[in-house]
């Protein structure tokens, strides 16, 4: 069964960090493109972070270049999303997706940056 799991989202104050973890499972971990997405409320989902299969290029977001960080562990097929210096505008649901052959996409975990 194919299978993708966000976890790590919190609420947190601006300026703090957060390190979301995607665990997967029924597909072949090292063939596919992992990234995550995010949708704010009221708004389209929009590419935040995208890391080859190889994990020898990443790209970002305008808006997170800087602050945020993705990478994968092949061994573990876990991809992650370090966040730091986190503002309100950050606030979304984060989802994990793998893409290559076909499109896998999680339930998404929940980000929400507020003092």
């Known amino acids: 069964q194919i299978r993708l799991v966000e976890s790590g989202g919190d609420l947190v104050q601006p300026g703090g960090s957060l390190r979301l973890s995607c665990a997967t499972q029924?597909?072949?971990?090292?063939?596919?493109?992992m990234k995550w997405y995010r949708q704010a409320p009221g708004k389209e989902r929009e590419l935040v972070a995208a890391?080859?299969?190889?994990?020898?290029?990443?790209t970002y977001a305008d808006s997170v270049k800087g602050r945020f960080t993705i990478s994968r562990d092949d061994g573990r097929f876990m991809a992650y999303l370090q966040m730091n210096n986190l503002k309100p505008e950050d606030t979304a649901r984060y989802y994990c997706?793998?893409?290559?052959?076909?499109?896998?996409w999680g339930q998404g975990t929940l980000v929400a940056v507020s003092s």
């Open positions: 997706n793998a893409r290559r052959y076909d499109d896998y």
């Open positions: 890391i080859t299969k190889e994990g020898d290029n990443t």
């Open positions: 029924g597909f072949t971990f090292t063939s596919y493109h």
